[in-house]
């Protein structure tokens, strides 16, 4: 499996670009043999799941069962192998993470694949007026502090119609929510207003028909083995796929190396035990602290 030895660093205009748009393209991130390694497991993984399966050994196979969402979602995918476990530490992007979290340390928080099938869209989300910590977007004295930086990875081309990622550049610095988006009567702080039904009645769909949005919206368009670095404080979303076939991203999203798991998953004691130390510290930066007579599960 090819690697590579010097991990790339951003430059000063890719700071401009990111601290400007919020996101960045990252061409030919990982090569063609990791990317096809990645695609025979998640066709493993899609065949179990239509067989019924819940779990393949570590990994959790997900059907939301919503048109709107994705076709299956894998969580716990870095469980999955040594292709999984190399991107962990890519050296495409290691030190763009670094530079935009906290070099304090990071921890991968989320890492799961989606595969999406014709019909099937992301709504816009997220924004900078929402000042949660995920969504934090913060650059003082020379250093980047996002509390979420994203790397969604193509496993397949990305082309018009394909379902692609939508961004909204620019917003990750906006301070009043997007009345055409987020309930314009939501205060600052109050906890998933969207998901009161009521206040959905009427809104417009705004990835299905851009209308308004139109002008202020990007869709990113990559080949396999590209990646996209954004920070979650950007609005963004996925358009509608209307091609036969599916799309499949890989996601690895980083944070500060004291946060948990957001779904609550837990690296095995054997991936821990084969991973390098600097990868043991970005899935595991903490070790548990447990009294000498409690064995680890």
Request: glycine share 4%.
């Given at each position: 499996m090819r690697r590579e030895t010097a991990p790339k660093k951003p430059t000063d205009w890719d700071d401009y670009r990111f601290d400007l748009e919020g996101y960045l393209i990252l061409k030919n991130a990982v090569d063609p043999e990791t990317i096809k390694d990645i695609n025979l497991k998640t066709d493993e993984w899609e065949a179990l799941s239509k067989a019924g399966e819940e779990w393949a050994d570590n990994v959790h196979l997900v059907r939301p069962g919503q048109k709107w969402d994705h076709s299956l979602r894998i969580h716990n995918v870095v469980e999955g192998g040594?292709?999984?476990?190399?991107?962990?530490?890519?050296?495409?992007?290691?030190?763009?993470?670094k530079r935009y979290v906290d070099n304090d340390g990071l921890h991968i928080w989320m890492n799961f694949i989606t595969v999406v099938q014709k019909g099937n869209y992301l709504t816009l989300h997220a924004g900078g007026h929402d000042k949660r910590y995920r969504t934090s977007f913060v650059y003082h004295d020379n250093d980047f502090f996002c509390g979420n930086v994203n790397i969604a990875l193509a496993l397949r081309d990305v082309g018009p119609g394909d379902g692609g990622t939508l961004v909204a550049p620019g917003t990750h610095k906006s301070n009043l929510p997007n009345p055409l988006i987020h309930n314009r009567h939501s205060n600052q702080g109050q906890k998933k207003y969207a998901n009161d039904k009521k206040r959905e009645e009427g809104r417009k769909n705004y990835v299905i028909d851009r209308g308004e949005m139109e002008p202020y919206l990007k869709e990113v368009l990559l080949k396999a083995g590209d990646a996209v670095i954004f920070?979650?404080?950007?609005?963004?979303?996925?358009?509608?796929?209307?091609?036969?076939g599916e799309r499949r991203m890989l996601f690895y999203r980083y944070s500060s190396y004291w946060t948990k798991d957001r779904f609550g998953y837990e690296p095995s004691e054997e991936l821990v035990a084969r991973l390098t130390s600097e990868r043991q510290k970005i899935i595991r930066p903490i070790d548990p602290v447990r009294p000498p007579n409690m064995v680890a599960a």
């Open positions: 040594p292709c999984f476990e190399e991107l962990i530490d890519r050296p495409s992007w290691i030190e763009y993470v920070t979650d404080a950007l609005m963004h979303g996925a358009s509608l796929r209307t091609n036969e």
